[in-house]
């Protein structure tokens, strides 16, 4: 009955403005994030060796709910004037970000400081995502990229060959067997938009939005509803009809099905491979490949998803000090591949690929080595060095609604995909006449 | 109604002044900045605040997707709220009698009220799943029909709704069995020795006798199915299949707290704001008529 959001800033306020800000000897330094069970348990573990590993710095790691959530906290506590130091924002909210005026960016930050960072040792797909002019404005942290998941006991059941299918032509002969075979569930995927959509554009060197998918200046007009993306699109709406491709949600709600069996091929974030271990150990067993292509289109790159470790504006220097350690502590290769190793996300320096190679972490873990090999693979153009929009969360949804519209046969692959695209023109204009 | 009579000029303004300084707090200072900030265009950290006078209320009337929305609330609330009370009556009436067991039946009845709109989702939708649930695999033996609900707007509306009817139930059978019990019995007696059935003694009496609790349970669950729901949607369908279950409540906080839009949130919380006010002004001024106390 009364703003949401109002309420919630104020008592947000009142939290921070209650808590004790006790004089330690340590400088204390605000961590929010919203890592959850065994990532949220690994998240502590760095900021404990941290703590450990020196006496002026006193990193505190508190999760503050999903990604909006984190994101709405940080947002209500600088309004409030008691930031935190770091926060973790989805890669949907980079925009966002970098719009805000409420950023110290990070390149400026470890230079202001005297700490060096190599940053031409980050990878090029999450450099190019999280930079402006060539420098990185945040810290990369979390980054993981869609790949395929296959149920091999699935595929030996239909008889089909122990091999991940790499065009969509394979996705859809594999997945009829599949469901020939008595499979419930032939092919299906998580995250919907970003795997079907962006991510599908970026591969195959597609444009997603205006300006350069809004690295040239802020997008106004999505690209979706052009050949490739109707093609895409009404594929999966034939396989929706067809029974082979199974809908099963948004957000990674698909990933249930997947992970009690049902689905034969199945696209997710390379992030799952930790939860598709626990959920399938002693069940069935499953292997990864790159994304599948559609043939005839040129060579693009997977885009990244996850999220990036933000400093903002608004503390004292020797905080941000200890911030710039942190950083370089964050940075350094044995921690990247610790990090990397532990979660299934993608470690985000070429040294730490390296350094995982050479201890053969990827001979006893192929499955986390196709992310990487698939980043390698792929080439950065301006449609797949990423992808960046004001109030991109909002434009998200509006292509998910549409994309169910299509796959239960409500609309056109077409009709869906243009009234997407003109809801999110109206929602980028918006963001676009904020910062005009 | 009797006047009391306070020693102290001062005590009951000292008395109210926490609940009153509660609703400021709370309500009228929220509802205030919210129907300052709908004018605006605001940028989430707050450096920029373009004023827009009724752009986002224009913005938002011509989108048809935004109509629609009303639209599934007003269904949604209304379904909610007839079917939640009239099976809520039935089984207060049945719970009623003079049973073995009663005091078991009454407590299990009420129990669905203490669980979280959520949480009632979640259950709901295990029961539901088109793959684990048990619904659709007792239906797939009498139908070749797939009760997919992320696709189907009307079987992802029936989830919620079947959720929402259960959340509340006990809470209604609560006030219904007061209401009952709290009835004169010799009236009823009395209609009995007349001749008139129980159907007949319902309807002619109870039903009647009953009304201010209708009346009051009526306005509560209106209220619940349009604002409190935001649970129950979020944790279930996110709005979806494509907008099927989009309620009010739910775009709000969708593109306020995800979109960060807030200018444009803050105008769909005044509308729904504007919304529930016409509605119980509506609910006292004409129903309050019929109603007997």
Redesign the interface.
């Known amino acids: 009955?009364?703003?949401?959001?109002?309420?919630t800033v104020?008592l947000v306020a009142a939290a921070v403005l209650v808590s004790p800000s006790a004089a330690l000897a340590k400088t204390e330094l605000q961590w929010w994030h919203a890592m959850t069970a065994v990532l949220g348990e690994r998240v502590n573990d760095i900021a404990t060796k941290f703590n450990a590993s020196q006496n002026d710095y006193e990193v505190k790691a508190v999760y503050k709910g999903s990604y909006?959530?984190t994101?709405?906290a940080a947002?209500a506590a600088?309004?409030a004037k008691q930031p935190p130091h770091i926060v973790q924002v989805y890669e949907v909210g980079t925009q966002?970000m970098l719009?805000?005026?409420?950023v110290y960016p990070v390149f400026q930050l470890v230079k202001d400081h005297g700490v060096t960072i190599d940053w031409n040792d980050v990878i090029a797909s999450v450099k190019s995502y999280y930079s402006q002019g060539g420098n990185l404005y945040s810290m990369a942290f979390n980054s993981s990229t869609p790949i395929l998941f296959y149920n091999k006991d699935l595929f030996k059941k239909a008889g089909l060959a122990d091999k991940a299918p790499a065009t969509w032509d394979e996705v859809e002969a594999a997945a009829k067997k599949l469901v020939a075979s008595g499979a419930?569930?032939g092919f299906s995927a998580a995250w919907p938009s970003w795997t079907l959509v962006e991510n599908m554009h970026a591969l195959h060197d597609q444009p997603f939005a205006d300006h350069a998918n809004g690295f040239d200046g802020l997008a106004t007009t999505l690209k979706i509803n052009g050949p490739f993306g109707v093609k895409m699109m009404e594929l999966l709406q034939r396989g929706?009809k067809e029974g082979w491709f199974t809908?099963?949600?948004?957000?990674n709600?698909a990933e249930?099905?997947m992970g009690?069996g049902?689905c034969g091929v199945f696209l997710s974030s390379s992030a799952y491979i930790g939860n598709l271990t626990r959920a399938s150990e002693g069940k069935f067993t499953w292997a990864t490949g790159p994304l599948p292509r559609l043939a005839g289109y040129p060579q693009g790159s997977s885009i990244i998803g996850g999220a990036t470790l933000w400093v903002l504006k608004g503390a004292k220097p020797e905080e941000y000090k200890g911030v710039a350690q942190f950083f370089k502590y964050l940075a350094s290769t044995e921690n990247q591949a610790w990090w990397a190793g532990v979660t299934g996300y993608l470690p985000i320096s070429n040294s730490a690929v390296k350094a995982m190679d050479a201890a053969g972490h990827f001979t006893k873990h192929p499955e986390q080595r196709t992310a990487i090999r698939q980043m390698q693979a792929g080439k950065v153009t301006p449609n797949s060095q990423g992808i960046r929009l004001g109030?991109f969360?909002?434009v998200r949804?509006a292509i998910?609604?549409?994309m169910?519209?299509i796959?239960?046969g409500?609309k056109t692959a077409k009709q869906g995909l243009d009234d997407a695209a003109a809801?999110s023109t109206?929602?980028l204009k918006?963001f676009a006449?904020?910062?005009k | 109604m009797k006047r009391s009579v306070f020693p102290n000029r001062w005590l009951p303004y000292l008395l109210v002044a926490p609940q009153v300084l509660i609703t400021v707090?709370?309500?009228f200072?929220?509802?205030f900045?919210?129907l300052r900030?709908s004018l605006y265009?605001?940028?989430?950290?707050?450096?920029?605040l373009?004023y827009v006078g009724l752009t986002n209320f224009e913005?938002l009337f011509r989108?048809d997707?935004y109509l629609r929305s009303a639209l599934t609330s007003f269904v949604f609330s209304f379904v909610v709220t007839f079917v939640g009370l009239a099976l809520a009556l039935l089984l207060a009436s049945l719970a009623n009698a003079k049973i073995r067991g009663l005091a078991i039946y009454r407590s299990l009845l009420l129990w669905p009220y203490g669980i979280a709109p959520a949480i009632a989702g979640i259950i709901w939708l295990f029961v539901f799943h088109?793959?684990?649930g048990i619904l659709p695999w007792l239906l797939s033996f009498a139908t070749t029909y797939q009760f997919?609900w992320?696709?189907?707007?009307w079987v992802a509306m029936s989830l919620l709704i079947v959720a929402a009817i259960w959340k509340q139930f006990g809470y209604n059978l609560a006030f219904y069995l007061a209401g009952l019990q709290a009835l004169e019995t010799s009236v009823l007696e009395a209609a009995s020795v007349d001749g008139a059935g129980p159907i007949r003694r319902f309807f002619a009496i109870v039903f009647p006798l009953l009304s201010p609790v209708t009346f009051f349970l009526f306005t509560l669950n209106m209220?619940f199915s349009f604002?409190d729901t935001f649970g129950l949607v979020h944790a279930v369908t996110?709005?979806?299949?494509?907008?099927a279950t989009s309620i009010m409540v739910y775009r709000?906080?969708?593109?306020?707290?995800?979109?960060?839009?807030?200018g444009?949130?803050?105008a769909q919380?005044v509308v729904?704001?504007a919304l529930?006010i016409a509605l119980t002004a509506v609910q006292f001024r004409f129903a309050e008529k019929k109603v007997t106390y």
């Open positions: 009955m009364t703003s949401l959001l109002a309420r104020a909006p959530d994101l709405n947002i600088y309004r966002t719009s805000s005026g409420a419930k569930c929706a809908y099963n949600g948004r957000l709600k249930a099905n009690n049902e109030n969360p909002s949804d998910e609604e549409q169910e519209n796959f239960s409500k809801k109206d929602i918006e006449a904020l910062y | 707090v709370f309500f200072w929220p509802a900045d919210s900030l265009r605001a940028s989430p950290f707050g450096d920029r373009i913005r989108d997707a088109p793959s684990y997919n992320f696709l189907k707007g209220t604002f996110q709005g979806g299949p494509g907008d709000a906080w969708k593109d306020g707290f995800e979109g960060l839009q807030l444009y949130s803050a919380s729904l704001m529930v």
